[in-house]
């Protein structure tokens, strides 16, 4: 990775927000729709490394990376070599009329790295919501039945099928409706929350299965591996295997939504891999493209090719820009080593969050893997503290530093570093939030 043209530091220089963030605040007030919320009222001017300097020459210590998007930096340099090189050559001719390279590139690369040693076939799209849909699309081509199993704490999106497959109802689905139909809500295993272990969890789950639904009218499953939106949720060990084996003996097709977990997000490509399962389909976006829009749905060979041609697709699905930077990020995540710093932070985080939670009882749970790792805070009594989260959320913020919060209930503070950070950047960002607790 190349040197930066800004420093890699924590450094604020004005108020917060400077004024040349709050000029352009204004201007989006006058200009966005207020339904497109933004959590910090500063504008981005470089971001890279582990940092996001803005209008104002404030620098921030980055730990959301877009929402888990710039998983490889957003300033990589093979990314945007790849970009430059493939918009000088053409932007766009739309793959199902005039076909190109890089499509068929991307697509061999997810066929050979997802988990699972049979024949695959891939789709590219633009958004992980569009992923979503399409994986159920074709799992109801393949089985021939309707019903759709989502979870608790599920989030999948924003568009009419995954608004209605998203658990979470304010800000995402409210006043929204009516959803699309066929769509079921199963219990989810939340180990700090329900205390099963992952045999209990998924036999109350399959009975839930069984009893709402019936194999018989089930489609698919689709299921994220770690939950995102929903607090960052590990399953408890077996609970995923267990309900992958159920749907492969009943003909339902088990789909993996990897759009926040995976792509090297938790220290391997995919999350499945850890969790022991090969799904029929996996969904990807976010980090496959370094922050360029593209997303894809990875499956056997005899789901994906259900359809009729033209059946699948889009205008802009693997766009070959896109697909060159995805195939950067294929190439950065292998040479740079990304799997093995995602792991290493992991246990950077885990001792620091693990050794405060020791200490203060108001951090209830410390989890996650690689790259993806949350504290779910906590009141005397245990109960979720929404308002001590975005609390700690503003205050670092204030400090220069960029943390997300995430959770139904909003009380969990998920820290998505960029595998590009230096590690003292992240040990500087974690001080920040142990501080920040001391002074609450």
Not at 147 to 169: C, D, Q, S
Not at 241 to 268: H, I
Not at 338 to 362: C, H, P, T, W, Y
Request: glycine letters at 10%.
């Amino acid at each position: 990775m190349s040197k930066l043209p800004f420093p890699q530091v924590r450094n604020i220089v004005t108020d917060l927000p400077g004024p040349k963030s709050e000029a352009f605040a204004k201007r989006k007030q006058d200009a966005v729709s207020a339904c497109v919320a933004t959590q910090n009222p500063i504008y981005a001017q470089y971001a890279g490394g582990g940092v996001i300097v803005d209008l104002d020459g404030n620098s921030f210590i980055d730990m959301g990376s877009g929402i888990a998007v710039t998983t490889v930096g957003a300033s990589n340099e093979r990314v945007a070599k790849a970009i430059k090189e493939q918009a000088d050559k053409f932007t766009h001719t739309c793959f199902m009329t005039t076909p190109y390279e890089g499509y068929v590139e991307v697509c061999e690369f997810l066929n050979q790295a997802t988990p699972g040693d049979f024949p695959k076939r891939s789709v590219l799209l633009n958004s992980g919501s569009e992923a979503v849909e399409n994986a159920v699309k074709v799992a109801r081509r393949f089985t021939g039945k309707p019903a759709v199993a989502a979870f608790e704490h599920a989030y999948h999106g924003r568009t009419n099928l995954t608004m209605a497959m998203t658990a979470k109802v304010d800000p995402y689905k409210s006043g929204y409706g009516p959803f699309a139909p066929e769509i079921y809500r199963m219990p989810m295993s939340n180990p700090y929350r329900d205390g099963l272990d992952g045999d209990q969890a998924a036999k109350r789950t399959i009975n839930w299965l069984e009893k709402m639904i019936g194999a018989k009218s089930l489609a698919c499953i689709v299921i994220e591996p770690l939950q995102g939106e929903g607090g960052f949720i590990v399953p408890a060990p077996g609970f995923l295997q267990n309900l992958a084996k159920w749907a492969k003996e009943n003909d339902v097709v088990f789909v993996a939504d990897e759009v926040q977990c995976g792509y090297g997000r938790t220290g391997k490509m995919f999350d499945s891999e850890w969790e022991g399962i090969e799904p029929d389909v996996i969904c990807t976006a976010k980090g496959i493209a370094g922050g360029m829009p593209l997303s894809a749905i990875t499956g056997r060979e005899e789901i994906m090719n259900a359809g009729v041609p033209g059946g699948l697709g889009g205008t802009y699905g693997g766009n070959p820009v896109s697909c060159a930077a995805a195939l950067a990020v294929a190439e950065s995540i292998k040479n740079d080593g990304l799997l093995e710093v995602a792991q290493k932070f992991e246990q950077i985080i885990s001792k620091r969050m693990g050794d405060l939670a020791a200490r203060d009882n108001r951090i209830g749970d410390v989890r996650g893997r690689g790259a993806m790792m949350a504290i779910e805070l906590v009141d005397e009594a245990g109960a979720p503290d929404a308002a001590l989260a975005k609390e700690i959320q503003k205050r670092a913020y204030q400090a220069g530093v960029i943390l997300l919060s995430c959770g139904t209930e909003g009380n969990v503070i998920r820290m998505l570093p960029p595998l590009s950070m230096p590690e003292e950047l992240l040990e500087e960002a974690l001080g920040v939030i142990e501080e920040i607790l001391k002074e609450i």
